[in-house]
């Protein structure tokens, strides 16, 4: 299965009404959410996180261009993502769709593309960011992520391997594009991940 960087989100933005029961404190949340925004704008970044009943709900509101979407307490190791706050109707209608049962996602994708080329559903025609940051944990104290790792993904509506020059299959450090010619189509840029530290 591919993993698009709006897959990540997706995985990050749902989860059953269990999964928040032990919730971190929203400050707690909040500081691990903005690892993922560039570090000029983290004071200002809307985040998104979780209640106690497992709902995603806003958490702080934002006075900036960037959207964050704290950690799932539940899942496995540490996933936070921010984006362009344009990308924001985008992303919460992935939240509708997958709240509906469509989790697969080339079905998920492909109704919001067809939907945003019929202009029912709004997406920015430049160029907008996501960056997902992942690791193993996240000290809040120290605001530390453990084996941290962060790549981006920027969205170009309609672009092309023609259009844009790049290729269209994924290799460790060079951008590609995926999703070619689609209302989602988006560069994906994943560093080589640094080598993992010695027991």
């Not at 261009?65 to 799932?72: F, S, T």
Request: net charge neutral; proline share 8%; charged share 20%.
């Amino acid at each position: 299965m591919k993993v698009s960087g709006c897959t990540v989100a997706m995985l990050m933005l749902v989860a059953s009404a269990a999964s928040a029961q032990n919730a971190p404190p929203p400050a707690t949340q909040i500081a691990g959410a903005v690892q993922a925004a560039p570090e000029d704008r983290r004071a200002g970044a809307k985040v998104l996180g979780w209640d106690a009943a497992g709902k995603i709900v806003t958490l702080r509101e934002g006075t900036n261009d960037q959207v964050c979407v704290a950690d799932n307490p539940k899942a496995e190791g540490f996933n936070v993502a921010c984006y362009h706050k344009e990308l924001d109707p985008f992303m919460a209608r992935g939240r509708e769709l997958t709240a509906q049962g469509i989790t697969e996602d080339q079905e998920r994708d492909g109704t919001r593309w067809k939907e945003i080329d019929a202009g029912k559903l709004a997406m920015p025609k430049e160029a907008r960011t996501l960056a997902v940051t992942t690791g193993k944990s996240f000290d809040s104290v120290t605001g530390e992520v453990a084996e941290a790792y962060t790549r981006w993904v920027l969205y170009v509506p309609h672009a092309t391997g023609a259009s844009t020059g790049l290729p269209l299959k994924g290799a460790p450090g060079v951008p590609w594009l995926m999703d070619p010619g689609t209302a989602g189509a988006h560069i994906m840029i994943s560093p080589a991940r640094p080598a993992a530290p010695r027991q």
